[in-house]
């Protein structure tokens, strides 16, 4: 069957528009969303140096590469995540949840019950999405007491057991003990220690990111 030049024309078209689609969506990073308290909101510290945005950083070298997306709103508790959440998964997909929230439920007191229920409703909700999750605990002062500080770690381990999860028990391993790593109130980490931070998170998020290869130098 003959064939005009025409058709060729077009048929060159059509090939070179479905090229041009998948090289789009294949340069369309992956997302990591962050969904934190005012540890992963880079309080009172610039946002360049928060741990989130040096992970942003390190995802961007990553072949294939990813992104991270900052959800973090400092004073955010449990329940005010659980409510936000919906809307954030539907305009980001993420491939990655991670869920960074207790720190202000514990230091007001709230039943660890509530604690539970509003991160457990987190999870199912990721999970419906398809999204992995990465949950961090969080540590408390000892004037809280053992009794409410151990119930607080047993929420995230037990969570974590349950679900299936990934977990990185303390967000602040290696910092929250050192003064000098701390600012004055005691509760949130200087700029200098937010590699440190990255690196604790890192350790549980980066099997979840299920990559090729490793980051570029």
Not at 105 to 124: C, F, H, K, Q, S
Request: glycine letters at 8%; proline letters at 7%.
């Amino acid at each position: 069957m003959h064939r005009s030049p025409g058709w060729r024309i077009w048929s060159v078209w059509v090939l070179l528009c479905c090229i041009g689609v998948g090289s789009a969506q294949a340069a369309t990073p992956k997302t990591v969303l962050v969904l934190g308290d005012s540890l992963s909101a880079a309080h009172n510290i610039p946002v360049e140096a928060g741990w989130v945005h040096l992970l942003d950083t390190r995802l961007g070298k990553m072949v294939p590469e990813w992104r991270a997306v900052n959800a973090s709103i400092s004073g955010e508790t449990s329940l005010s995540g659980r409510n936000r959440l919906p809307a954030l998964l539907q305009k980001y997909h993420p491939d990655v949840l991670v869920i960074e929230l207790g720190a202000n439920d514990g230091l007001r007191g709230l039943p660890l019950t509530a604690l539970r229920d509003n991160l457990d409703a987190m999870i199912v909700m990721a999970q419906k999405s398809r999204a992995r999750v990465l949950l961090v605990g969080i540590e408390l002062p000892v004037n809280y007491g053992a009794r409410y500080r151990d119930g607080l770690r047993a929420v995230y381990a037990d969570l974590a057991a349950t679900r299936n999860l990934a977990l990185v028990p303390f967000l602040l391993k290696g910092v929250a003990m050192d003064p000098a790593l701390m600012q004055n109130d005691g509760l949130h980490p200087v700029a200098a220690a937010e590699p440190t931070v990255l690196e604790t998170v890192w350790e549980g998020l980066y099997p979840l990111l299920k990559l090729s290869r490793p980051p570029r130098s």
